[in-house]
């Protein structure tokens, strides 16, 4: 570190003698500046002195009178600066004009969108519970109740199986009236969608044909008898506020779609049953038959 | 922090959610002379409510139809008192025999205006062996 030396401006005292600028052969600002950053290059930071300081405002002194300044404003010239430079700062200065690139403040972070999707998704899990708990609550039969919802849904394409409903009661309340084959009965109450499967195993024979008028609606029924084997068939009109509940074993519940409706196929104790919505019809078979008879019957409604 | 409640949350209802379908799967019965049942509560003119039901079993049955009912009434849907109860060995037509059982079993005379439901015991059998399931019906307004 080298000895201080006071300025020759301060208290009388004489400091070392620099070069005066006049004396410099440069008097071309562009060439003094260059000299001034040349000389600042050559110079260790850490051996600054007050030599040098002095030096450095002889420089300058030199520099302001080969290219005085013409006026700029330093604060013009510094707003200019960050009018330029605008997006490299991240608060922009009070002074700025609404000039800076919209994109670059309007961004928001990604996180947020994905809170807001899986508030999305456990508010449709919410729901979701809520209508199976609802379900239970009523003594549905849940897959009953979904196979009901979606039935309706697809009545309403294009294409799909006419919408079942009763037309017309040819029975008083209370009645119960006896029909020589299914699609007699289906007719006599003015439905026309398919409803009567064109197949039944050989082996069953046509026992009887029923339906009865109650408080509630219309049930149709017809039963087929092979000795000891059972096949039943069954049409209830309703079943929004009380659908059937079905025994079943724990086999696994399929879903056998056909004509744009689902018909759910179950199994009891190998006994095979199949229920599904057509209109305001809740339509179920059950017998002792197997799972591919089962199916080939509900192909041949349609 | 807010984030770990979310995930939190999310997971605690996707595992509730789950659980929920193993419980329905778990829920069900099986038998060897019911098929399948239904019962309900209509509504008819004069505040009287209809109680019906629709038995099926697996084949024709010595005994199949209902063997009790009970009624309930409510003025704002959400309590209810029991108001009548029916046996079938006071109404021998809650019970009959063959394969289908379909009728309006009572009529029971309501307020206009009271809610009304009904618990009904559906059966299937010989009497000795056969099996027996319970079927609540939803509540309905009884009209004038």
């Known amino acids: ?302 | 922090m807010k984030h770990f409640i979310k995930r939190l949350i999310c997971g605690t209802l996707v595992i509730t959610l789950i659980s929920c379908l193993v419980c329905v799967s778990a829920s069900t019965f099986s038998s060897l002379y019911l098929n399948s049942y239904r019962a309900s509560v209509t509504p008819v003119s004069g505040g009287r409510m209809v109680v019906s039901a629709d038995v099926t079993g697996r084949g024709p049955q010595e005994q199949i139809g209902v063997t009790l009912i009970y009624i309930y009434e409510s003025k704002d849907d959400v309590d209810f008192r029991q108001v009548a109860r029916y046996s079938y060995s006071d109404y021998p037509n809650m019970m009959s025999s063959g394969t289908v059982y379909s009728k309006d079993i009572v009529t029971y005379y309501g307020t206009p205006g009271y809610y009304y439901m009904a618990s009904v015991y559906c059966y299937a059998g010989d009497g000795t062996n056969g099996t027996e399931r319970n079927y609540t019906t939803v509540s309905r307004q009884a009209i004038s």
């Not at chain 1, 400091?15 to 005066?20: D, E, L, N």
């Not at chain 1, 300081?53 to 604060?75: I, N, Q, S, V």
């Not at chain 1, 199949?274 to 591919?292: H, K, M, R, V």
């Open chain 1, 1 to 302: 570190m080298s000895e201080f030396h006071n300025h020759p401006d301060t208290n009388g005292n004489v400091g070392p003698i620099h070069r005066h600028p006049e004396d410099d052969p440069s008097t071309d600002a562009g060439q003094l500046a260059d000299g001034i950053l040349d000389w600042l290059g050559s110079v260790d930071p850490a051996d600054f002195s007050q030599a040098d300081l002095d030096k450095l405002d002889g420089m300058l002194a030199g520099l302001e009178a080969a290219g005085p300044d013409e006026g700029t404003d330093p604060k013009e010239a510094l707003a200019e600066f960050h009018r330029k430079y605008a997006p490299l700062f991240e608060e922009a200065p009070a002074e700025l004009p609404a000039q800076t690139s919209p994109d670059i403040l309007s961004k928001k972070p990604s996180r947020f969108r994905l809170g807001r999707r899986i508030a999305v998704l456990a508010a449709a899990v919410v729901v979701l519970l809520g209508c199976m708990a609802t379900t239970q609550a009523f003594s549905l039969s849940f897959f009953d109740f979904i196979g009901r919802w979606t039935s309706e849904i697809f009545q309403t394409q294009k294409d799909d199986v006419p919408y079942a409903t009763i037309q017309k009661v040819p029975l008083a309340e209370g009645e119960t009236a006896v029909y020589d084959s299914l699609q007699e009965a289906v007719d006599a109450f003015g439905v026309t969608a398919p409803l009567v499967p064109q197949w039944i195993p050989e082996r069953f024979i046509l026992e009887s044909v029923s339906a009865s008028f109650k408080a509630e609606g219309i049930f149709i029924w017809a039963e087929y008898k092979n000795n000891d084997e059972f096949l039943l068939m069954t049409y209830s009109e309703t079943a929004t506020y009380n659908p059937s509940t079905l025994e079943k074993d724990g086999a696994i519940l399929d879903v056998h779609k056909k004509s744009g409706i689902n018909h759910y196929l179950l199994s009891d104790i190998e006994c095979e049953k199949s229920f599904w919505q057509n209109g305001n019809l809740e339509c179920q078979i059950s017998g002792d038959i197997s799972q591919d008879e089962m199916i080939k019957i509900i192909d041949s409604i349609y």
